[in-house]
């Protein structure tokens, strides 16, 4: 059975495949795959709300298809070649990534960019309370989260390749470039907590740490988990991945612990003491052991820079939305999410020092 789930193909949405380019991608496929066979079946994955993902049945294989919205996009959005080359290049250093089959630019071939990866076959777990697990299963899930994030951040991007893939300089000081400028282009409405955040947050950014791979976006929902066992056979969305510091790539993860009430993977009904799940304390904690790693500011500084960054992230898609650019029913839900994220990290702000 297949680790994703998919929308009936009758239901037409931005980022479609339609038959005639179907019928150009099987050529595409023919002469860029060595063993290629059709007929091509294609099938739009359920969930995601940045790059359209479909499913292409062949007698040989199941592939995976990513590609990029069509439509006028926001300036470095969408990043399907870094998710490209971050993958080929990991895979082969014994890393949980799908083998890559080959990037297409030309648009011609079905209006946008796109990639073709392995299928993964294993479990998607939506919910990170993990509902109907066990507590040591709880446990050892959360476990093998952290050691593969440890295991992404031990590798020395030079070394397998991708010593230009990030631009040199301070990542903080990047990031809050990039997101403030794309919060700004996406005509957002006026939030006194993103106003503050965008004020504070330069004037009191990390040191500037080794650059390491980071993901960007690494969460569970993010990673098939085989079948038999609590161990991740595939990291997926590799869109926001750079170079970077990787205590930011750990407290993204870690935020999830913060995150306001009503969040989807937010963690405040969670019963610690009885669910098997660690605190944040304890997640933190194994990472800083195992990576031999230390925070150079509070972790309320570090959850605070990215709920903001979040914020950022869903201004963007509510602007794709309010163009009629949405790829699910849940981008037209972002807009709302932003203040209580902003709020969130405004009061994490605080807990770090922040003026009132």
């Not at 990866?117 to 294993?122: I, P, Q, T």
């Not at 925070?295 to 939305?321: C, E, K, M, S, T």
Request: net charge negative; glycine share 8%; with cysteine.
């Amino acid at each position: 059975m297949s680790s994703y789930s998919a929308d009936a193909p009758s239901v037409s949405r931005v980022g479609d495949i339609d038959p005639e380019a179907a019928r150009r991608l099987e050529q595409w496929m023919a002469r860029h795959i060595d063993d290629h066979e059709g007929p091509v079946a294609v099938e739009r994955f359920a969930g995601g709300q940045s790059n359209p993902t479909f499913r292409l049945g062949t007698p040989r294989r199941d592939y995976v298809l990513r590609r990029k919205p069509p439509g006028t996009l926001l300036r470095s959005a969408h990043a399907i070649e870094r998710e490209y080359t971050v993958m080929s290049a990991l895979g082969p250093h014994g890393f949980p990534v799908p083998r890559t089959f080959g990037l297409c630019e030309d648009e011609s071939i079905i209006g946008s960019a796109f990639f073709l990866m392995e299928l993964v076959e294993g479990r998607i777990l939506w919910d990170p309370k993990l509902p109907g697990e066990r507590p040591r299963d709880r446990r050892a899930i959360y476990d093998a989260q952290i050691d593969a994030l440890v295991a992404l951040h031990d590798f020395d991007p030079a070394e397998i390749g991708l010593a230009t893939f990030g631009k040199p300089g301070n990542y903080f000081a990047r990031q809050l470039t990039r997101w403030t400028k794309q919060y700004r282009s996406s005509e957002a409405p006026h939030d006194e907590h993103m106003e503050k955040l965008i004020d504070w947050l330069p004037e009191t950014m990390p040191s500037e740490a080794s650059a390491r791979i980071v993901h960007g976006d690494y969460r569970i929902d993010n990673m098939v988990l085989r079948s038999d066992r609590p161990e991740i056979a595939a990291l997926l969305d590799w869109e926001l991945c750079t170079l970077g510091d990787p205590v930011a790539d750990l407290t993204y993860y870690l935020m999830m612990w913060r995150m306001p009430p009503g969040e989807r993977i937010a963690m405040d009904t969670v019963d610690f003491a009885t669910a098997g799940i660690p605190t944040m304390e304890e997640a933190l904690d194994r990472y800083l052991a195992e990576s031999g790693r230390v925070l150079d500011r509070p972790i309320d500084w570090y959850i605070a820079f990215n709920l903001f960054r979040l914020a950022a992230i869903l201004q963007g898609v509510a602007r794709r939305a309010a163009q009629g650019q949405a790829n699910n029913d849940r981008a037209l839900s972002a807009q709302g999410r932003v203040g209580p994220l902003a709020r969130a990290a405004w009061e994490n702000a605080r807990r770090a020092g922040a003026p009132v």
